[in-house]
């Protein structure tokens, strides 16, 4: 949904903090609570009563939906209208009359209120597990094939901050006054990050030495609206195993010598800095890399662990953010698979190969399939990294390969689906059914499309046992879910 609410014509690009707003007004509608006008500049008080799945707050007056961000179910304050149209509006908070019972007393972060970035930093962390599994609960209800299905009470991870080991940041502004950090949700503002509250310290360390490393050498910044310019996003990957960084120039074209003299000073700055690449990416779209890297370093990877697995690292590889989560999620999935040795397991959507490798030891063979080439590269390098000769990955489409595959093995003992955000294709699901796995997992990043393919499979022969939240990403509306389906013909 489009965030309006964080849009003001009057601040130019790359300001830090809150837009400046006009100065406030005392209005009727304050005083006389029957007479409200949900109109531009308008003051409202309100209670909030909910959090949508985006996570601002919504509180509802005479048939008009008003949402507003840094705010959490209980708080009643006094909100200034941005934009109201056809039922919706979306405003700023102008004052808390109570803040709610929900309401942490220390919240990790004192800006959360101006970047939005983290919806949730400012509700108490039990209060967000609550809320989180709440979300699985109500997609789950809208099929009726699902209502009952048991939702675990979510698993948190190690840390609750500075968890983030990847961060894709929008550089703005000019070389002398840089701005590094991330677009206001609707807008083309850029909130500059000093030290964010979910980004490992290693990744707080490289922002601020890049800042200065930009000014003292003068790197020209990309300006979208001229296209001139050099520098547009800095890409920071972090190996926790390791203690030590990535870091990705992202420029407009191929002009060496800035960006050469940038990471030597950097490197300088910060040894910890192993890899330093350039991406060149040219078009005008919102995709952030391209599709080469020039390296600057010899070495062109980092690694890292999950448990007693490594994984090689490239600038562009696909790997969760929270190793803690992503251990969680992988443990859940070796648990519930029951392998005892003697299974054939299929990994559909297996990126590097991730789960793959976490279940290869308790497998007689993993088959992984993926779409993008180069993380099937990546997968097959950590498998001989790993010593898991009994993995083989696939690149191609998935439906293609499943039915490939249904002519090859005699049977498939527990399937893993892991889709991308929209979730499995109808046909994907047809073709992993038609090969007859006792068990399917599936790793879902959306609490909608996995509630809608669970229903799928559901006159397919496979139900739904239970569903395992972990918590990937305090501090923001996102949550993994891990669900165990049985095939009723199998398992009867």
């Known amino acids: 949904m489009v965030n309006i609410m964080a849009k003001s014509p009057s601040r130019p690009a790359g300001v ?78 102008k004052r808390m009359i109570t803040p709610s019972p929900l309401r942490s007393r220390r919240p990790p972060c004192r800006e959360s209120n101006d970047c939005l970035g983290c919806p949730l930093i400012a509700m108490k962390y039990t209060e967000q597990l609550v809320w989180k599994r709440g979300l699985m609960l109500s997609e789950l209800a809208r099929h009726d094939d699902l209502k009952g299905v048991p939702v675990l009470p979510p698993l948190a991870p190690d840390n609750l901050i500075h968890y983030r080991t990847t961060a894709k940041l929008t550089v703005a502004g000019k070389f002398s006054n840089p701005f590094i950090g991330i677009y206001r949700r609707a807008t083309h503002d850029v909130y500059d990050l000093d030290d964010c509250a979910l980004h490992h310290p290693l990744i707080n360390r490289v922002v601020a030495v890049a800042r200065r490393g930009i000014t003292s050498l003068k790197v020209p910044i990309y300006n979208p609206h001229s296209k001139m310019g050099l520098l547009r996003y800095l890409v920071v990957r972090v190996s926790v195993s390791e203690k030590t960084a990535m870091v990705v120039f992202v420029t407009a074209q191929r002009s060496y010598n800035e960006i050469h003299h940038l990471a030597r000073y950097m490197q300088k700055e910060m040894p910890e800095i192993k890899v330093v690449a350039q991406n060149v990416n040219s078009s005008e779209g919102n995709v952030i890399m391209g599709s080469k890297d020039h390296f600057l370093t010899t070495q062109h990877h980092l690694t890292e662990r999950i448990g007693e697995v490594a994984f090689r690292i490239s600038p562009r590889s696909f790997f969760q953010v929270n190793n803690s989560g992503a251990r969680l999620i992988y443990s859940t999935v070796r648990e519930w698979s029951g392998l005892t040795g003697q299974e054939t397991v299929l990994d559909v959507y297996c990126g590097i190969g991730g789960i793959a490798l976490y279940l290869a030891d308790r497998a007689r063979q993993v088959i992984g399939i993926e779409v993008v080439q180069e993380a099937v590269a990546d997968a097959a390098a950590n498998a001989r990294l790993n010593r898991r000769d009994n993995c083989r990955f696939e690149a191609g489409d998935a439906a293609e390969l499943l039915e490939e595959l249904a002519d090859e093995l005699e049977t498939v003992d527990v399937a893993v689906l892991n889709p991308p955000r929209k979730g499995c294709d109808a046909e994907v699901l047809k073709r992993v059914v038609a090969l007859a796995p006792r068990t399917i997992l599936y790793v879902s990043c959306s609490p909608s499309s996995l509630a809608r393919d669970l229903a799928l499979l559901a006159p397919l022969g496979y139900v739904c046992r239970e569903i395992q939240p972990v918590d990937m990403f305090p501090q923001t509306v996102h949550v993994e879910n891990v669900a165990r389906l049985e095939n009723i013909d199998k398992n009867c």
Request: charged share 25%.
């Open 16 to 93: 830090k903090g809150s837009a400046q707003r006009p100065a406030l007004r005392k209005t009727a509608a304050v005083a006389d609570k029957k007479t409200y006008a949900v109109s531009r500049n308008a003051d409202l008080e309100l209670t909030v009563t909910a959090l949508d799945d985006e996570g601002f707050g919504t509180a509802r007056i005479e048939g008009t939906i008003v949402k507003i961000g840094g705010t959490i179910p209980g708080d009643v304050l006094v909100v200034r209208v941005d934009h109201a149209a056809h039922g919706l509006a979306f405003a700023h908070v």
